[in-house]
């Protein structure tokens, strides 16, 4: 996921901010209210979702009377000095239920805590009014707990307050909380409101039912919502009537509310009326809200719809049979993953029925161009499909019949780099059809619109269409997750859900109280016990309801370790006799980048690409991507890299000199080899320079370790993503505006070989195989149907659309505009049916071979070596060989029956080589069967002389050689 705000990392491209991120305004979370907001203090009603309004059950609240407070006489303020430090900030955590941190200056100090059930805490001149109870918190000279510093890091030095164990905790975390400190002439120094988090763990971390639980005569409704004053719930016969068919208060025990309703209240839908002290406008709000742990919605997510998914209504014909025919996979290392946004996949497809297309039961459709394209991937050995968010998110109306069009008709007559297409995009890309879906706003329901009917249980039973059909042709799915934010915030926000339920628990809050949106907005709190333990039960309800594969974690840095663990262990645990699926073929991997608040453990043991080797989690490899590109997603887009033409062939931009270049283009071919060999730390190879080095001892141009991971499926191995231009994209821009259109397919190809062929897991952008283009577009997120285009009838790879979306791109535009108005850069259907060959081939030569995909680091160090090595290495050229042993030998067991040795030539070079290497003489060497018959003529032309250890291999081309073993 693209964010803006990751120029710490060179792992992302900038578009966060236009993901229809609506990022709270920094009045609101200081406390200001809205000008249209003119309630008095107190409780207010807040509609969220958009429900028909309802009377709120506080709206007649009495104000509280002030209790009176014995205070010294001499207590006085200096209101300047408590400007700064305002209720309106949280910069005190109260942790454990008897520990306040605070970092005020305690010498000579008083601190005393205040609680206002009704929200009525003001600063007056003598310090802190309107309380309902004010407790006098004692010094702790011995500092926070180190189960305290464990979980917040960020405060280890804080000063540690104790609460009077008479103090009746529980309710007092249901009112407006503040502390205040006073110096010994009685003089307020300081005030601020609390973080509650820690304490809330501490008293009220719960395992028992939550959300709607069926049973033979009841539905049950269970809400976990500590500081709640008042919870009440509102069923509906429809999803949109006014009339509720009754309204009923819940019972509060332990923090956790509900209710027994009678069984007829099953396809009914319900929201909440939650009322509790919201940090963000210092009130008592009474909002309605959606069930975090809701499984089934009506459009828009208006209202949560009781839906019970064990229903055999709800189950496509041979679903609980499912996990018997899943494909095989007998290890992780043999996974390959294709990237696929649902709506990009049929949105165009003409073969798939109209009601279908860019929706679940696309994926259905048998005989559609797009299916019968996966069958070919699948075919060709391709093991998996990562499908872009589908869980409900905002930025897309659910009722299709909300949304704007383009006329394509018109933008097509238009010249390729026209700046009208993106200009009428750009009009109503907030009103179609169309996002990528990173604006989560419930993690646990499909997205309605890709469903035909977004009302009712409709999108349960296509998703699972969905993942049948794909299984059945032999791919397996993974859901990308985006449990590191939530779209919505506070009480106000329609798409606020978790804050809604208890305020400033589920999101992470910086040192003054103000919400962390450095993973683009509402950064969620995993550090959090029941944060932790919604993501673990939302991924077991996808794996154990949806029978997901796998799961793909956005920013899974953002993660803490412990979660990612804890989730995998979960998942793992499921078994076929229990729970219908195997959850040891269920695989995770993620985006472990590390920065924002969580940065070098700031929060807690992030799930960062250092952290989670060792937990057979899998991340993803940036480095490879960039020493095989050229520069990051952040640095000059004409830097180029191993394929692109670094020093091999110039682009014009300014790399230094000869040397320099020279110097650049052989650490970047380390870089890939670390990576073909699993990015693995202990991998030993030898560099450039000629000496023997571990991957973990290769650096990058920030002196980061290259290599992180210690078992081959924690590398998850890319030049291309979502994120960013396509691949085809990226070298049209890096490459020289005179090579040929076929060498840039080429080059197209040797990209995706160096992913292909690596060791660890490789993993494919839709179309990299087609050629695909986005017209140059840097971050497509909103660049609706038009600049995302997918053609399965092989006719266009979507090149020279238009300029791309301003927003992001018009600083690139004087270098997009030439490129986009040649004609000579657009490939033919000729160009785009030759990469689907070729990649077919490609896969076809990884799946040839258990030596493509060894299983542990051990195989790899003694199987894998690079042979083009040291300062005399023939530029542009990498050398790999992968060696197997023999059954009645000692020595390396044996793998293959096939090959017992093979050689593998990346010749980036715009020119034929020859290399020759003594150590491969003699070798019954031959160019693997797959390639001699392929369509690619230019790599027909490769050879092997074993007289002299000599291979000829075409300008950029993968040429694999391989020896057959003896019958």
């Not at 956790?256 to 210092?282: I, Q």
């Not at 979960?570 to 991997?589: M, R, T």
Request: one cysteine or more; aromatic letters at 10%; charged letters at 20%.
């Amino acid at each position: 996921m693209p964010l803006s705000l990751f120029l710490s990392h060179p792992s992302h491209s900038l578009a966060c901010l236009g993901r229809s991120c609506s990022l709270p305004s920094p009045f609101l979370q200081l406390g200001f209210i809205p000008r249209h907001c003119h309630s008095p203090r107190g409780t207010r009603t807040r509609g969220a979702q958009a429900t028909p309004p309802i009377r709120c059950c506080f709206s007649h609240m009495p104000r509280l009377e002030e209790e009176a407070l014995v205070v010294p006489p001499t207590l006085t303020q200096d209101s300047s000095s408590l400007q700064k430090d305002s209720l309106s900030f949280a910069r005190a955590y109260w942790v454990t239920r008897s520990v306040i941190a605070w970092n005020v200056d305690v010498e000579d100090t008083f601190c005393y805590l205040y609680a206002s059930k009704s929200a009525h805490l003001f600063l007056a001149d003598d310090g802190i009014k309107g309380q309902d109870e004010r407790i006098q918190l004692e010094l702790d000279t011995g500092g926070l707990p180190e189960n305290v510093i464990e979980k917040f890091p960020h405060i280890s030095d804080y000063k540690a307050f104790r609460i009077p164990k008479s103090v009746d905790v529980r309710s007092f975390l249901k009112c407006q909380l503040a502390i205040a400190s006073f110096d010994v002439d009685g003089k307020c120094n300081n005030t601020t409101g609390l973080q509650l988090p820690g304490v809330l763990d501490d008293l009220f971390t719960y395992s028992g039912p939550l959300g709607s639980v069926f049973m033979e005569k009841t539905v049950s409704l269970y809400l976990w919502a500590p500081t709640a004053q008042v919870v009440c719930a509102y069923i509906y016969r429809d999803p949109f009537g006014n009339d509720p068919l009754g309204r009923v208060q819940l019972k509060e025990v332990n923090g956790v509310w509900s209710v027994d309703g009678p069984r007829s209240w099953e396809g009914c839908y319900y929201v909440y009326e939650v009322s509790a002290y919201h940090p963000s406008t210092l009130q008592i709000e009474t909002c309605m809200v959606n069930d975090p742990y809701a499984r089934g919605l009506s459009s828009d997510g208006m209202r949560t719809l009781l839906v019970n998914l064990d229903s055999d209504a709800l189950k496509p014909e041979g679903w609980d049979e499912l996990a018997d025919e899943k494909p095989d996979l007998s290890s992780f290392s043999d996974i390959s993953i294709y990237e696929l946004h649902i709506r990009d996949f049929s949105a165009n497809d003409p073969t798939v029925h109209p009601e279908f297309q860019g929706g679940y039961l696309a994926f259905t459709s048998q005989d559609s161009l797009g299916v019968l394209h996966l069958r070919q991937l699948s075919e060709a050995g391709l093991t998996h499909v990562h499908l872009l968010p589908s869980f409900q998110f905002a930025g897309v109306a659910d009722e299709k019949e909300q949304w704007k069009y383009i006329d394509e008709d018109r933008l097509s007559k238009l010249p390729p780099d026209s700046d009208e297409q993106q200009a009428e995009l750009v009009a109503i890309q907030e009103e179609d059809g169309y996002n990528w879906g990173y604006n989560p706003v419930l993690w646990g329901v499909p997205k309605g619109s890709y469903a035909s009917n977004p009302n009712g249980p409709c999108r349960t039973l296509e998703f699972r269409k969905m993942v049948q059909a794909l299984n059945r042709i032999g791919l397996r799915v993974v859901l990308d997750v985006v449990y590191n934010h939530v779209h919505g915030s506070g009480p106000l926000d329609s798409n606020s859900v978790l804050d809604k339920v208890v305020p400033g628990y589920y999101l992470r809050r910086n040192t003054d109280g103000c919400i962390e949106h450095s993973t683009c907005t509402n950064n969620a709190a995993s550090e959090h016990f029941m944060v932790e333990r919604l993501i673990v039960d939302d991924l077991l309800c996808w794996a154990v309801d949806y029978k997901v594969d796998g799961f793909r974690f956005d920013l899974m840095g953002h993660i803490m370790k412990r979660t990612m663990v804890k989730a995998k262990y979960a998942l793992n645990s499921l078994s076929k006799g229990e729970n219908g699926v195997d959850g040891c073929n269920i695989y995770i991997y993620g985006e472990g980048w590390d920065f924002g608040e969580v940065a070098k453990n700031g929060r807690g043991i992030n799930a960062s690409q250092f952290n989670i080797c060792g937990t057979g989690i899998g991340s993803f490899n940036d480095r490879i991507r960039d020493a095989v590109l050229g520069g990051s997603p952040f640095g000059p887009p004409l830097q180029q890299g191993f394929v692109t033409g670094l020093s091999l062939q110039p682009n014009g931009h300014d790399h230094g000199d000869a040397a320099v270049m020279g110097n650049a283009l052989a650490a970047l071919k380390d870089h890939i080899q670390v990576g073909l060999a699993a990015n693995l730390r202990d991998f030993v190879l030898t560099s450039h320079k000629g000496v023997a080095v571990k991957g973990s001892e290769v650096l990058t141009h920030d002196r980061s370790p290259v290599a992180y991971a210690l078992c081959p499926t924690e590398t998850v191995n890319y030049v291309s993503a979502h994120d960013n231009e396509t691949l085809f994209d990226i070298v049209s821009l890096k490459t020289p505006l005179e090579i040929t259109l076929d060498e840039r397919c080429r080059i197209n190809h040797l990209a995706t070989t160096i992913v292909a062929l690596s060791q660890g897991i490789p993993f494919f952008h839709a179309g990299d195989e087609l050629l695909r283009s986005k017209s140059l577009d840097r971050d497509s997120y909103n660049s609706g149907d038009w600049f995302n285009r997918l053609d399965f009838s092989y006719e266009s790879n979507n090149w020279g659309v238009g300029l791309p979306p301003k927003g992001k791109n018009e600083s690139n535009w004087p270098l997009i505009k030439p490129r986009l108005a040649d004609p000579s850069f657009k490939p033919q259907k000729s160009h785009i049916l030759a990469a689907l060959e070729n990649f077919k081939d490609i896969l076809r030569i990884r799946y040839s071979s258990p030596l493509f995909h060894l299983k542990t680091a051990n195989a790899i160090q003694e199987r894998v070596r690079f042979h083009n090595t040291g300062p005399s290495w023939v530029p542009g050229v990498i050398v790999m060989s992968i060696e197997d042993g023999f059954e009645v030998m000692p020595g390396l067991a044996q793998l293959d029956p096939i090959y017992s040795y093979i050689v593998v030539i990346f010749n980036a070079s715009p020119t034929e080589v020859s290399f020759v290497n003594p150590a491969l003489k003699a070798r019954n060497l031959q160019l693997h069967p797959i390639q001699l018959t392929s369509s690619d003529k230019l790599v027909k032309d490769s050879s092997y002389e074993a007289s002299f250890g000599r291979f000829i291999v075409p300008a950029r081309t993968t040429s694999v050689f391989v020896e057959i073993r003896k019958i």
